[in-house]
T-cell receptor, first 120, second 112 residues
Framework: GAVVSQHPSWVICKSGTSVKIECRSL??????MFWYRQFPKQSLMLMAT?????????EQGVEKDKFLINHASLTLSTLTVTSAHPEDSSFYIC????????????????FGPGTRLTVL | QKEVEQNSGPLSVPEGAIASLNCTYSDRGSQSFFWYRQYSGKSPELIMSIYSNGDKEDGRFTAQLNKASQYVSLLIRDSQPSDSATYLCAVNKSGGSYIPTFGRGTSLIVHP
């Protein structure tokens, strides 16, 4: 159980275009999904916290108008990188947190396989 | 002081040995603690979660939590080359939001 999928797994796009990444929890409902970015050999950087039916909460320094997050249901969140530039090239990873479970595994996050974005 | 601190390593251990990975955190009110394994080029995979002081064992893995010392560790017994990866410690902040904070990770190398 607790499987999270991401699509696409990799994408190459031209500078100035927009890219949408989907994150789905396949076998559980997730009240909260997180979006991370990871540059090579660096640590995970939390970009935003996404709660179903409400606006995402962005971490300091993350442009909300550039990284649009929609969490329309308990199983789907999307991240759209708008007007992508080469510096946006990175490994984007989502995670989903179990809903409503108190014990023993509450607050566990499960990560999707990630999306590798290359902007030319 | 960083919120979650880990030694970046690399920690190198021989096959069959016990690997000990350590993590300290600054938020005394933290209640949830997690260890993730991340292979190069892949996303993190949850190994263990621990919520109470003491030890929690799962197969070759043992998580140890000491809230008084704000310290959580992961022991890997009978280390295998396939355990070579970066191990991330994550701590949920107190205050109800349960926003996770990750350490920078410790690189573990298990050599044959």
């Amino acid at each position: 159980g607790a499987v999270v999928s991401q699509h696409p797994s990799w994408v190459i796009c031209k500078s100035g275009t927009s890219v949408k990444i989907e994150c789905r929890s396949l076998d559980f409902q997730a009240t909260t999904m997180f979006w991370y970015r990871q540059f090579p050999k660096q640590s995970l950087m939390l970009m935003a916290t996404s709660n179903e039916g409400s606006k995402a909460t962005y971490e300091q320094g993350v442009e909300k108008d550039k990284f649009l997050i929609n969490h329309a249901s308990l199983t789907l969140s999307t991240l759209t990188v708008t007007s992508a530039h080469p510096e946006d090239s990175s490994f984007y990873i989502c995670s989903a947190r179990l809903f409503g479970t108190k014990s023993p595994n509450y607050n566990e996050q499960f990560f999707g396989p990630g999306t590798r974005l290359t902007v030319l | 002081q960083k919120e979650v601190e880990q030694n970046s390593g690399p920690l190198s251990v021989p096959e069959g040995a016990i690997a000990s990975l350590n993590c300290t955190y600054s938020d005394r009110g933290s209640q949830s603690f997690f260890w993730y394994r991340q292979y190069s080029g892949k996303s993190p995979e949850l190994i263990m979660s621990i919520y109470s002081n003491g030890d929690k064992e799962d197969g070759r893995f043992t998580a140890q939590l000491n809230k008084a010392s704000q310290y959580v560790s992961l022991l890997i017994r009978d280390s295998q080359p396939s355990d070579s990866a970066t191990y991330l410690c994550a701590v949920n902040k107190s205050g109800g939001s349960y926003i996770p904070t990750f350490g920078r990770g410790t690189s573990l190398i298990v050599h044959p």
